[in-house]
């Protein structure tokens, strides 16, 4: 145990003294790090906020099928019941003439022109609501191609466009995520494995030494390891702090815009130091692999 701790320190106090060994190398590094997943933030920050916005529209997603006039109770009733057997349907609503007239007459705020229609020309209607996660635009497609061929319904009203929008913005943010995470990864590996690069090159002459002592490659290996570590947790922390302040100044202007998931930020932190891992990694291999050839 106390071998193991010591070593712990030895690797701990290496890795700090490279660290700021050399303070411009190390501020270049933070500063391209940091640039490089402030991009892949704000796609998340953004992603964020859509998924947000989706998920409140889906609360209001629903279709409005309205009833040809003259239709018996018993055929409503029939319509009721094919409506609600479908998979997709939580609810269905019955809104008579009478309700629609009223619900017109609250949102419209002015009595005199229903006054000045004399009948009431709104027909009654049935409200379907979807169950949650059955609001995308193929569903509801689906669901109101349904409803429009059941007899007795005239016509059936639902926000198609724009929930077909919607989910094409989501799909095409998902991909963007990908794709920009590929790159700043790829990014923040490269500036990584650069600055351990130029780290083992300046201790040559001590890999050098502890190579003629005996040392094992992973010994040698650790503190480099812990060194690129440093960098793109540090890199990775800072530029939450900016998209946290971005957020904040947002937020004054747009108050309901919402910040980073844990799961989100647990992604973010993943990708910036699973990158520099795997480009300090790969750097110490094919450098170690030239001096101790």
Known sequence: ????????????????????????????????????????????????????????????????????????????????????????????????????????????????????????????????????????????????AFIGSLKGIEEVSYGGPWALRLDRLLKSLTVLNVIVGAVVGLAVAFVVANVVRLAVLARKEGIAIMRVVGATSHFVRAPFLLEGLFHTILSALVALGLLYAVHRVFTQRLPDITFLSPTLMGVFILVGVGAGMVGTFLTLHEVLREEWA
Not at 67 to 89: H, K, L, Y
């Open 1 to 144: 145990m106390e071998k193991f701790l010591s070593r712990t320190r030895y690797f701990l106090g290496e890795a700090l003294q490279g660290f700021v060994r050399q303070k411009s190398l190390t501020a270049a590094t933070l500063v391209s790090t940091t640039a490089s997943l402030m991009v892949f933030g704000i796609v998340l920050l953004v992603t964020a906020n859509v998924e947000l916005v989706s998920a409140r529209l889906e609360q209001r997603k629903g279709i409005v099928a309205f009833i040809e006039d003259g239709v018996s109770n018993s055929q409503m009733d029939f319509m009721r019941q094919q409506m609600a057997a479908q998979a997709e349907v939580e609810s269905v609503a019955f809104v008579s003439k009478e309700e629609a007239l009223e619900q017109f007459r609250k949102s419209l705020g002015e009595d005199q022109v229903l006054d000045a229609l004399g009948s009431n020309p709104l027909p009654a209607s049935f409200e379907v609501k979807l169950k949650a996660g059955q609001g995308d635009a193929e569903a509801m497609e689906r669901v109101a």
